[in-house]
């Protein structure tokens, strides 16, 4: 799927080669690899995970991806500084996000801990954002000799409306467009679905993808 990327919009005609579409998602892959590597040694059990999605689509599209506007969903955003700018969010439907939290507490005494303290339970997602969101911003970095360097993570837990709602006022934008990678990690029986959504700030895309070797002409 071919758009306009946030930050871009001034262009109407600039859209995303399949070369370009295809460079962002092996930085995926490769950013999935490590966060999978990063899992498992956190909870001391083999990660499956799937081939990364990579496509773009309009911001208000996004919660369409965890069920729609009105699910509950985690969110985990935090801006990007360094040699490149722009923000990234994390986004999980509610069940593979609990999932998640009881794997980094430890199994059935995980999910113990994050039933009886919302605290314990919101500082484990926050802390799985930020290392997912900053093994895909290292697998860039690794890619085109950018730095990237993540802020201080922001943690929201509401309906997927509200928080790309949020966003949306945060980043002063309207209706455009933003890279979704989307990855599967296993567990056992445990499948747990993420969405990581970034928002490149203006010029900052056309950077990335020169040093892929793809770049905007």
């Known amino acids: 799927m071919k758009g306009r990327l946030m930050g871009d919009a001034k262009d109407p005609g600039q859209e995303l080669s399949e070369m370009q579409m295809d460079a962002l998602r092996e930085a995926g892959n490769i950013g999935a690899g490590n966060a999978a590597i990063a899992l498992s040694q956190m909870v001391e059990e083999r990660i499956g995970l799937s081939m990364p999605r990579a496509s773009i689509m309009p911001l208000s599209k996004v919660p369409d991806l965890v069920g729609g506007p009105e699910a509950p969903v985690a969110g985990i955003y935090l801006r990007i500084e360094g040699e490149v700018s722009g923000s990234i969010m994390l986004l999980i439907e509610e069940q593979s996000a609990r999932s ?27 802390e799985m954002g930020s290392i997912l969101s900053g093994a895909y911003l290292n697998a860039l970095g ?3 000799g950018l730095l990237f360097k993540p802020t201080i993570p922001f943690y929201a837990n509401d ?16 209706e455009d467009f933003v890279i979704v990678i989307g990855t599967d990690f296993h567990v056992s029986s445990v499948k747990i679905e993420g969405h990581l959504i970034l928002f490149p700030d203006p010029g900052t895309l056309k950077i990335i993808l020169g040093k892929l070797g793809v770049p905007i002409e």
């Open 142 to 144: 690794l890619l085109t």
């Open 100 to 126: 998640l939290a009881d794997l980094v507490l430890g199994g059935e005494e995980g999910e113990k801990k994050r039933s009886e303290d919302i605290v314990i339970y919101n500082s484990a997602l926050q």
């Open 159 to 174: 309906m997927a409306g509200a928080i790309v709602d949020c966003v949306l006022v945060d980043l002063g934008a309207s």
